[in-house]
């Protein structure tokens, strides 16, 4: 049920701005608002005002002392973002004055609002979903041009259209075949076997589309994990400071330096990468500096994208005993050679590294960390992987954990049913692995929820939205 009380909360974040805004959403929100509110215009009050209006006038005490001269926009139900109504103050940007009309509102019948409540509110009240709703806390902390362009597609339904389409013919599949149940002895059929078939086809298609998707969808919500990998002193730190632009990683021409992983995110062309430098990879006898290699081939396997470092400046034969430590680990990976230091290489051993890394069957990028040359063309070769796995720009990419675990789950009980279906198992087998599936489809939307559910997402909100 919910909850009919006045809830009240400052939406802007804190700390000092020009301008904040207090939102105030319940049945009760015109009327409150009306205590505090003196509107320029003498005479007229906000009940009386039309929905998605402004009004300028001042925030007032009981005693009529002046808090704030003030902007109110204005929505009545149910055309607003909860479907109740809903009163926006936007004030300066004082932290007194924001809390003043805070504590005015709850003294005059408002409560504080719960973190997420807002948004909690327009589910309940049917104005979004549940994918939907948790789309804007993806859209409030998107950190890159790709997760906001993901977060914003999601929020717009682009989920959400796709599973109550193909919900909604499920359950009328559902329907007929436990309609054949109550004429069992009759042996009859109501629901067509083979337009079923070709539903869940399309059904598996689309449901296996999407988790296939949340590999990158998830990289693109925390930032792709590349790994920058080599032997020691092959300017793996000093290449990571220079995507980084700033000194995060110890500089040193002592070999072995970095013996841990060190991380920090980048954005590059609207796409936040996650750079991870590693511990050189060597033979070693080091026990802590073991520990760091162990970690840098368990980074290799996390990693979306692997910047393999050569050095230019040392003998093939050391680099060929680096890549041998390395062989077998870049399967299944967006991988570079980056061939470093090419200022100071002779001629014939950068053509020998070169035929080297061509021969991995990965690209090979020439560069000098050192003198900052030919970055914008490793750049560019990150944008491109991280556009490779990303699939078409229409496509709706997952991002949600929660929303993954429900679709593997509908992608198991959708197999059931295309192999009961084969196997012309009896309808009420495949009624209840069609009921199960429409069961995960629905907790995506939001359709069937608990109160243990909605507590977990909406906790996770920042109050005042």
């Known amino acids: 049920m919910i909850d009919q009380n006045t809830i009240c909360a400052i939406s802007t974040s804190p700390g000092k701005g020009a301008v904040a805004m207090i939102r105030l959403s319940g049945n009760e929100a015109i009327p409150i608002a009306e205590k505090i509110f003196k509107p320029l215009k003498k005479g007229k009050t906000l009940k009386s005002e039309k929905s998605n209006t402004t009004h300028y006038g001042g925030i007032v005490d009981k005693n009529g002392n002046l808090i704030d001269d003030v902007i109110i926009a204005l929505f009545h139900a149910p055309h607003s973002y909860t479907g109740e109504n809903i009163i926006e103050i936007t004030c ?30 327009a589910f309940l009240n049917g104005k979004m979903d549940l994918s939907q709703a948790e789309a804007v806390a993806d859209l409030i902390a998107a950190s890159s041009k790709a997760a906001h362009t993901v977060a914003l597609k999601q929020m717009k339904g682009g989920i959400s259209d796709e599973i109550i389409s193909l919900r909604k013919k499920l359950l009328d599949f559902t329907s007929l075949v436990e309609l054949e149940l109550d004429f069992g002895e009759e042996d009859v059929e109501f629901a067509d076997r083979d337009a079923l ?58 070999a072995g330096t970095t013996r841990d992983t060190i991380e920090d995110v980048m954005i590059i062309d609207g796409i936040q990468f996650r750079f991870i430098d590693t511990a050189g990879i060597r033979a070693t006898t080091d026990t802590i500096e073991s520990i760091g290699i162990k970690r840098a081939y368990k980074k290799i396997e996390q990693a979306d ?88 720009d229409s496509d709706v990419v997952l991002t949600n954990l929660r929303h993954y675990e429900a679709f593997l789950k509908a992608r198991e009980a959708l197999l059931r049913i295309r192999d009961g279906l084969q196997n012309n198992i009896s309808g009420d087998f495949l009624s209840q692995d069609i009921r199960e599936c429409l069961h995960y489809l629905g907790e995506i939307t939001g359709e069937i929820s608990t109160d243990e559910v909605l507590g977990n997402i909406f906790k996770n909100f920042c109050i005042g939205k």
């Not at 004055?97 to 973190?115: D, E, F, K, M, T």
């Open 305 to 392: 994208i692997v910047l393999v470092m050569l050095d230019a400046s040392v003998q093939l034969n050391e680099t060929i005993k680096f890549m041998t430590y390395l062989s077998g680990h870049l399967t299944d990976k967006f991988a570079a050679i980056v061939i470093n230091k090419i200022d100071i290489a002779d001629k014939k051993t950068l053509n020998e590294l070169t035929e080297l890394g061509n021969s991995t069957g990965f690209p090979t990028l020439l560069i000098s960390a050192g003198k900052q040359r030919n970055i914008d063309e490793l750049n560019q070769f990150l944008v491109s992987s991280a556009h490779k796995f990303q699939g078409s």
């Open 92 to 121: 300066h940007g004082s932290q007194f004055i924001q809390q003043s009309i805070l504590q005015l509102l709850v003294n005059c019948g408002a409560r504080l609002a719960r973190p997420g409540e807002f948004t909690q509110r």
């Open 197 to 254: 078939n070709k539903l869940i086809s399309t059904i598996l298609q689309l449901v296996t589309r999407l988790t296939d998707s949340f590999l990158y969808g998830n990289a693109i919500k925390n930032g792709i994990p590349v790994a920058i990998v080599g032997d020691t002193n092959v300017g793996k730190s000093t290449l990571l400071n220079l995507l980084l632009q700033e000194d995060r990683a110890i500089v040193s021409e002592i």
